[in-house]
């Protein structure tokens, strides 16, 4: 059961990497100097970690049976820039 949990902080340190480097440099790079090739990349990657934090963040919230707002509260966080480093220090390393 700490498996899931780990796996959760991971997952949702290098997604929120991922979400800081798509906003602040795979974005501007597209639209100040329209090279889309690391949107590709990086937003490639992100989005396999976000269905990766979101799918353990459903299995910590069954196995460890959390009240369900705040793995609602952990959802929304992901979609905040520092949302999932914000998560972690508050929620995930608590339980």
């Known amino acids: 059961m700490k498996t899931t949990l780990l796996l959760l902080r ?3 340190f290098f997604e929120g990497i991922s979400f800081l480097l798509l906003l602040g440099i795979a974005m501007p790079m597209k639209y100040l100097y329209h090279d889309p090739s690391l949107v590709k990349s990086i ?3 992100h989005g396999v970690l976000f269905v990766l934090y979101v799918l353990n963040l ?4 069954f196995q460890h049976q959390w009240k369900l707002i705040i ?6 966080a992901s979609f905040i820039p520092f949302g999932t480093f914000y998560a972690d220090k508050k929620w995930f390393r608590n339980y």
Do not use: E, R
């Not at 459903?58 to 919230?61: A, E, K, R």
């Not at 793995?71 to 929304?76: D, E, P, Q, R």
């Open 71 to 76: 793995s609602i509260k952990a959802f929304i």
């Open 10 to 12: 991971i997952f949702a």
């Open 43 to 45: 937003g490639m990657a």
């Open 58 to 61: 459903g299995l910590v919230h």
